[in-house]
């Protein structure tokens, strides 16, 4: 019987499915085919060694439903969608599928041999989730594949490789797809470790990808090396790499504007809060952002920093639209009997300067302080040399950040002196000081808002399967799909 897969191997990929090591990462960027590859090293495994079980792992469930599974519908002939309910696994997954069993979470393929016949029993696809690596343990695989292993411990990586022991496979393959990061899987796999193999590939080596998915993407250069050409990169030194404090660059003479649209950022801080001005303005006929204004606190109650705040936006004759600050601030306030949100729009409410809201996001997703940083950099300067985000000059003169009390900076001082924790390369969580993060964080509360993070593309996008009349109806898309719930 002949199996084929819909899969068209660009170079890189089949440069990865070439290496003999048992141990194979394909390193690569957004898009550049890393989970397609994956799912293909499976299915050769599989036909090497038929009736030997193997294991797909990705960081946990709901990421391997966005990744694993729509890939397998996308390339697995004759199939429609992922099996719900008590739907045959053949009738959603096409002839290569035997069953699925959603409480284990294992697929059996109608593909076995002399000892293990299709009839009989297949091969049987175990999915694991790596947030919790004991949940792997006691199994026994001839191959596994481990997808998004950025976002996975070392410890998940250590249990994953131990299980990969099968005594009746005659090569035992670990194959590794993700974007590269310098944690583990520097130690592991960076560098150079016997019967280990990497291949590099960027999102431009995929040529089904949309010719402007590249140029679409806003980050920085340093991460674009990451993120785009499957590189290591390491995060030390200054976080925000991309302010360049020099007219021409990251500054800008510019003054408050009451015409101009007018928002405002604000970190609570404690006794040290921080609160700046941004507004939309028009620079060589292009619409940026720069933050034109600043009121730094020290050792002052939330109220007081309040008024002071109110008191600048009425002198310059400001309106704010909205005030973007952090969920933390509903909490109530030891200070004033009440939270710190309605401190804050309440005094600037009453002083007739606020128009809009106090607005923050809850979203994990754009909670996560890297990827915040991120879009951040990536609005000071992109992988294009785009620049979206200024700070106004006279905020960065000695003559204005000289009168600041002792212990804290303003916006520039923030942004020269972040940085990230000493002897801790590739720590992506910046060290708290207590005197640097007020001002940027209340920045990143600003982009995370007004913005979002940059999330990968999706791979339904990237990898799409063959079009069909029920490719809408996949069993992720609704939460009563979900196999927890069957």
Not at 53 to 68: N, Y
Not at 162 to 190: F, K
Not at 374 to 398: I, M, Y
Not at 451 to 468: F, I, Q, W
Request: aromatic share 10%.
């Amino acid at each position: 019987m002949e199996l084929t897969i819909d899969y068209q191997p660009f170079a890189k990929q089949l440069e990865a499915h070439a290496k003999t090591e048992p141990i194979v990462a394909y390193f690569g960027g957004w898009g550049s085919g890393k989970t397609t590859w994956a799912i293909a090293e499976s299915f050769r495994n599989t036909c090497y060694l038929p009736g030997i079980p193997g294991i797909l792992c990705s960081p946990s469930f709901p990421v391997q439903r966005k990744t694993l599974y729509p890939t397998i519908v996308s390339l697995f002939p004759g199939a429609a969608r992922w099996p719900r309910g008590r739907e045959k696994a053949k009738d959603c997954l096409g002839p290569l599928a035997r069953e699925w069993n959603a409480q284990d979470r294992v697929l059996t393929l109608d593909i076995g041999s002399p000892k293990t016949p299709a009839s009989r029993g297949g091969t049987d696809w175990f999915f694991g989730s790596l947030d919790d690596p004991g949940s792997i343990e006691g199994g026994t695989y001839g191959w596994g594949i481990m997808d998004e292993a950025r976002l996975s411990t070392h410890d998940a990586w250590r249990i994953f490789n131990s299980r990969i022991r099968d005594p009746r496979a005659s090569v035992h393959r670990r194959s590794i797809s993700t974007v590269p990061a310098m944690n583990w899987l520097y130690e592991e796999l960076g560098k150079g470790l016997p019967g280990r193999a990497v291949v590099r590939a960027s999102s431009r080596d995929n040529p089904h990808l949309p010719a402007d998915y590249v140029d679409s993407l806003n980050l920085s250069d340093r991460m674009a090396r990451a993120y785009l050409e499957g590189e290591f990169v390491i995060l030390e030194g200054v976080v925000y790499f991309t302010y360049e404090p020099r007219i021409g660059a990251s500054l800008l003479e510019m003054f408050p504007d009451q015409d101009a649209p007018t928002y405002a950022a604000l970190d609570f801080g404690g006794r040290r809060p921080y609160f700046c001005i941004i507004q939309d303005r028009i620079v060589d006929g292009k619409e940026v952002e720069v933050i034109v204004e600043e009121v730094v606190g020290a050792d002052t109650l939330e109220e007081s920093h309040a008024y002071d705040c109110a008191r600048m936006c009425a002198d310059y004759g400001i309106i704010i639209n909205d005030v973007f600050c952090d969920p933390a601030g509903k909490s109530r306030n030891a200070q004033t009997g009440i939270s710190s949100i309605q401190c804050y729009e309440r005094v600037l409410r009453s002083s007739g300067v606020l128009a809009g809201g106090m607005r923050y996001t809850t979203a994990p997703s754009d909670r996560h302080i890297p990827a915040g940083i991120e879009a951040t950099r990536a609005l000071f300067e992109n992988h294009k040399g785009d620049r979206k985000l200024f700070v106004a000059k006279h905020l960065t003169e000695p003559k204005r950040t000289g009168q600041y009390p002792d212990g804290v900076v303003g916006i520039h001082g923030a942004l020269m002196g972040y940085s990230y924790p000493k002897n801790k390369p590739g720590d992506p969580y910046p060290a708290k000081d207590n005197r640097t993060d007020h001002a940027v964080d209340a920045l990143r509360y600003f982009v995370i808002n007004r913005h979002g993070v940059m999330d990968a593309a999706s791979v339904m996008d990237l990898n799409a399967g063959p079009t069909n009349t029920i490719m809408a109806n996949h069993a992720w898309a609704d939460p009563r799909d979900h196999p927890d719930n069957w």
